[in-house]
């Protein structure tokens, strides 16, 4: 009743059905790239430049069409809410380091973030972390612009949309 009749809101060439939970977060998930551009969609008339979206909070597949009952009750079924966060260049990129290193270093659900508005590449060579690197992220680009993530500004702020749930995530704790 709540959200009323049936409404197809994408049609969907072909089919995208995960395997497992696993693939859906760490390989490409064109669920969680939809979600991060509407996010960012969403944001821009309060001047966002990118979004953050962790692949993670999407269940299930699609094929043929999306409709408002499944993005409510299979396909994002968490409620969370949007939030507009302004972080910092250096923030960004820990927080792209801390989600991208658990690919790696942990047996914790990886939570590789999704984005708009950018593009990072992620180093997924063991043997880099084995020797030390502590910095998995590289050809990190903002509207075009690429952030040297090695020694990224303090002082640019980037105004991200975010979902409330992130506020809770570890790689954000610290920030």
Do not use: W
């Amino acid at each position: 009743k709540k959200l009323g009749n049936r409404v197809t809101l994408a049609k969907v060439n072909g089919e995208y059905a995960p395997r497992n939970e696993y693939e859906e977060r760490y390989f490409e998930n064109p669920l969680a790239n939809a979600f991060a551009d509407s996010m960012l969609e969403c944001g821009k008339s309060y001047g966002a430049e990118v979004s953050l979206f962790q692949a993670a909070s999407i269940r299930g597949g699609m094929k043929d069409k999306i409709t408002n009952h499944q993005v409510k009750y299979s396909i994002a079924p968490f409620n969370n809410k949007l939030k507009l966060v302004e972080l910092s260049e250096k923030d960004l990129v820990e927080i792209l380091k801390a989600s991208a290193g658990s690919l790696l270093t942990s047996d914790k659900d990886v939570q590789l973030m999704r984005c708009a508005g950018m593009e990072y590449s992620v180093k997924t060579d063991k043997e880099y972390f084995l020797n030390g690197g502590k910095n998995p992220i590289y050809d990190l680009f903002i509207g075009g612009r690429k952030v040297d993530t090695v020694n990224p500004d303090e002082n640019r702020k980037i105004k991200t949309v975010i979902t409330d749930y992130m506020l809770v995530m570890p790689c954000l704790k610290n920030i």
